[in-house]
């Protein structure tokens, strides 16, 4: 397909679509259907209109180039519907993130020859400012006391020395298990791949399966050194480790420590409201609720909840159930719920950070 024609075709839209679906989430919280809808149309008959013109010109159209356009679209879908179970965002941000993958043509990705999910490059570009926002939105609402406390308690010798059996174990097995679908990945930044598996594989170890994540670090590492001491003993292989190790471990202990306080706010019960993201949950002990603290990642919120038969809240991204919400009120006034207050995420929309991802992925290719 030639950059010119699908690419003037299609970059229009992509902006449309953007700021349309942007101003919309930031006015109203919601992304609406119709917008979806119009992005996959437009994106389909743009193509077919480059291919009859292609075909009236007796120029080659490339058979390869629509069936990796369509198997992009279906990971796309898949992507979105994982990462929207999960709760890491809302249906409406998966159905966005899936007509961008459908506008953007593939030579707009980098090196998207080499890969059939090429899209996935969207979701990089879309979370790294995500999480740069939170960090500094972090680090500006703490005091300089709260951040030397978490500091001191996060380099406690034995907490480092479990981190770094974990982390030295799973990045070589997670590492491995890419070499497999190498393909999928090509033309991203494996590292922050690493990263999230890391998170995924450190709480369900502990926080699903209830193992001892010490004792399988420890043989995990001694399987490594055996089987991959010739990768493992490089100085590509050290530095990567080193930089995963630096970003794990900023994140885990400091940053999510510091953010229950920084991005959540406290709600009077009879104040609760569907739609609300909770920062805390309640599971059930001898007729009574006990509050405790989210995760603060909602993925492993929902993870957690979903594995715990006794969690009251189950809602992730999408936030609090009317039925949810009725019944912690109902809870709260038969004495229950004893505590008058709880905590809730303060929301932010998610569609211009998508745009923006896009944006820094299309034109930080074409320039």
Known sequence: MPFDMLALLSLPAIIFIGAVTSYEDIKYGRIRNKWVVCSLAYSLVAMLAVVVYLYAQNEPISKEYLLRFFINISFAALAGFLIWISGMWSAGDAKLFIAYAALVPLSLYYNSSSTYFPSFAILIYTFLPLFAFYVLRIFFKTSIKQKLSVLKEALKPQRLLENVLFLFAFTWLIYSFLEYFAIFFIGTNKVFVVV????????????????????????????????????????????????????????????????????????????????????????????????????????????????????????????????????????????????????????????????????????????
Do not use: C
């Open 196 to 367: 999230f598996f890391l998170f995924v594989l450190a709480f369900f170890f502990q926080n699903v399966l209830k193992a001892n994540l010490l004792k399988i670090s420890m043989i995990l590492s001694a399987t490594a050194l055996l089987l991959g001491y010739r990768s493992i003993l490089t100085l590509q292989f050290l530095e990567k480790f080193a930089f995963i190790f630096f970003l794990f471990y900023f994140i885990r202990y400091f940053i999510l420590n510091l953010s229950f306080e920084a991005l959540s706010y406290p709600v009077y019960i009879e104040d609760l409201k569907p739609g609300m993201v909770p920062a805390e949950n309640y599971f059930g002990r001898k007729r009574r609720y006990i509050k405790t603290r989210n995760v603060p990642l909602s993925f492993l919120s929902a993870l957690l909840s979903s594995s715990r038969d006794d969690y009251l809240i189950k809602s992730g991204s999408e936030g609090l159930q009317k039925r949810e919400v009725n019944r912690i009120k109902k809870l709260h006034a038969g004495g229950l719920i004893s505590e008058h207050r709880v905590r809730v995420f303060q929301t932010v929309a998610f569609a211009p950070f998508l745009f923006i991802g896009v944006l820094l992925m299309v034109f930080g290719n074409l320039f």
